[in-house]
């Protein structure tokens, strides 16, 4: 059964602090990504990641990092965690095969920065 | 560039009635298109996929969407709808015809009255 797993479910973190959201699949997918969603606007793509090593912005890459030092983990960094940033943050992966494969999700982490 | 949209950010329907939910593409290549549902405090899960072939594409739990170039639309059915059937739902197309991330309507979420 595939499974992408994320550290938190949960997160509460305050203005100004840096933040790990970790992401781990266990399908052996090349492909690596992170979302937030809002109310009201979908999905939207932060980063993601083609390999190891290998990083890509998305739409709203702006005030987040990312991290791929292993193949089935993909850290998503808040250097410096805002209100703003405040969000449901969902990490997918998929693998690279022939034509778009579909993406797996994980459950997401729920973070408030106050 | 890409771009999803689905029509009515909220649809109520009643149980064992008809469900439409409506998704209107934008794609500059042939797409492949995915519908996902999302069940509360989950992540998403795939429904269906259309990449080539038949343009009626059947999916879990009874759905089902077809594909209708001309209309540039991608619209998912369900016959009876059940009181489990109550989740976000949203629609997605592939920004090129090769593996690469997804671009997500906003979702619409479906109420199932008994």
């Known amino acids: 059964d595939v499974k992408v797993t994320q550290s938190s479910r949960y997160l509460v973190k305050r203005t100004g602090e840096k933040v790990f959201l970790e992401c781990v699949q266990d399908m052996d997918h090349e492909n690596m990504f992170w979302y937030r969603q809002d109310p009201g606007l979908g999905l939207r793509l932060i980063y993601f990641s083609y390999d190891v090593k290998m990083k890509e912005k998305g739409d709203i890459p702006e005030g987040y990092s990312v991290s791929r030092e292993k193949k089935e983990r993909f850290s998503l960094i808040l250097e410096s965690a805002s209100t703003n940033q405040t969000s449901m943050y969902l990490c997918?992966?998929?693998?690279?095969?022939?034509?778009?494969?579909?993406?797996?999700f994980g459950p997401g982490t729920r973070l408030t920065v106050t | 560039a890409q771009s999803v949209t689905q029509l009515g950010s909220h649809v109520s329907v009643s149980e064992g009635a008809l469900v439409l939910l409506r998704c209107n593409y934008s794609s500059s290549v042939p797409p492949y298109l995915f519908w996902y549902v999302q069940y509360p405090n989950q992540g998403l899960q795939l429904l269906l996929k259309?990449?080539?072939?038949?343009?009626l594409v059947k999916g879990i739990n009874g759905f089902e969407a077809e594909f209708k170039k001309s209309e540039t639309s991608f619209h998912l059915t369900k016959p009876s709808a059940h009181m489990s059937d109550a989740a976000e739902y949203f629609c997605?197309?592939?920004?090129?015809?090769?593996?690469?991330?997804?671009?997500f309507g906003k979702g619409t979420r479906l109420s199932v009255i008994a």
């Open positions: 997918a992966s998929s693998s690279s095969g022939q034509g778009v494969d579909e993406q797996y």
């Open positions: 997605a197309v592939s920004r090129n015809s090769g593996n690469t991330p997804l671009v």
């Open positions: 259309y990449t080539t072939g038949a343009t």
